[in-house]
């Protein structure tokens, strides 16, 4: 997912919004300068557990990525409000954009993968992951040829891989590991993973590390099949929300309200699903029904879901399991040049919700 822009439609989430844009630290990266003179009066006290509120509008950069449609769901039924939190959506494909928006202090957060924010964080922006939002629940997948039924089958082989980072990247080299083998050991094509799933659909390659629609392709050849897919590994590929630490220790009720809000979102999916689905679909260029087949592809992560992906502080929980293997990832393959501690990238103080 760092690079997974798994883009459901160019254009989307332009959200008809606002045009604005994880990350570089620096303090000015809490609020976008035009609203620096009111920041300082948002000192209030809200519905969301307590805590300074900002007073300006809290701009969130996400891709249009289906998992972080719930976000906008929230801001459309005015959940983020509800608990006191001015919250706009912006839509940001490149994340490289987004990290230079948060830096900049146009935006105050940004919804990514894990590893994305991890290695950021390494590079020296100072921002914090507050929620989880959701895991890559089949969406994602290696495809290969019929032959190949496990991992350690595509030594030798040659794989269409996008090897400039992100979630499937990630997950590749997570998976690689756990059977002892690495880069090294495979004949990687470097792509994207929409060329990748189409080089292996038509017969160049042996193998493609991809997402959706390239597995439901790879299955119909008579030659292909998906070898294995991201549901059988929930938590790695994870989406998450962060904000700048500076952000969220100055204004801990606009966080709260924000995950507040996420959370509504989610109950108001399963109570209202035709009318959250419209929303969301429309907001993406989908149709409704499209939107709802894409749905089966992730798994959102509910109040009872963070609570125990985050875990406590005496039990901490598998987010700071896979920030860590981010980070020793990244290290080993000399994406980063510093390790990055779990707390470091980690606040889970918001995820339990008002009390």
Not at 233 to 248: K, T
Request: aromatic residues 8%; contains cysteine.
């Amino acid at each position: 997912m760092k690079k997974r822009l798994k883009k459901i439609s160019a254009a989307v989430l332009a959200l008809s919004i606002l045009a604005g844009s994880s990350l570089t630290g620096c303090s000015s990266a809490t609020a976008p300068s035009s609203q620096a003179a009111s920041s300082s009066a948002a000192s209030s006290q809200a519905s969301s557990g307590g805590g300074a509120f900002y007073s300006g509008t809290t701009i969130i950069g996400q891709s249009s990525w289906i998992g972080f449609a719930p976000l906008v769901l929230a801001q459309e039924k005015g959940f983020f409000k509800k608990h006191g939190a001015d919250v706009k959506i912006q839509s940001i494909e490149s994340k490289s954009d987004s990290k230079s928006a948060l830096v900049a202090g146009r935006i105050q957060g940004v919804s990514t993968t894990i590893d994305t924010h991890v290695m950021n964080v390494a590079a020296g922006v100072k921002e914090s992951i507050v929620l989880a939002l959701d895991t890559s629940n089949g969406g994602d997948g290696i495809i290969s040829k019929k032959g190949l039924t496990t991992i350690k089958d595509l030594a030798g082989k040659t794989v269409a891989l996008d090897t400039t980072g992100g979630a499937d990247y990630f997950w590749f080299q997570y998976l690689l590991q756990k059977e002892h083998l690495s880069l090294k050991d495979i004949k990687v094509q470097s792509m994207s993973a929409g060329d990748a799933g189409a080089a292996f659909v038509s017969g160049k390659v042996d193998a493609a590390v991809t997402w959706q629609p390239w597995l439901s392709k790879a299955d119909k050849t008579s030659f292909g099949h998906t070898l294995r897919s991201s549901k059988e590994d929930p938590g790695i590929i994870v989406d998450s929300l962060a904000l700048s630490q500076d952000f969220v220790a100055k204004y801990p009720g606009t966080v709260q309200a924000i995950v507040d809000g996420w959370y509504d979102a989610l109950d108001y999916m399963k109570t209202n699903p035709d009318d959250a689905y419209q929303i969301m679909a429309s907001k993406m260029g989908m149709t409704a029904a499209d939107f709802k087949a894409e749905i089966p592809d992730v798994q959102f992560y509910d109040k009872a879901g963070n609570v125990k992906y985050f875990g406590t502080e005496s039990a901490q929980g598998d987010v700071y399991k896979v920030a860590k293997l981010a980070s020793d990832l990244w290290l080993s393959q000399k994406l980063t040049d510093q390790a990055v501690k779990p707390e470091d990238v980690i606040n889970s103080k918001f995820v339990a919700g008002s009390k």
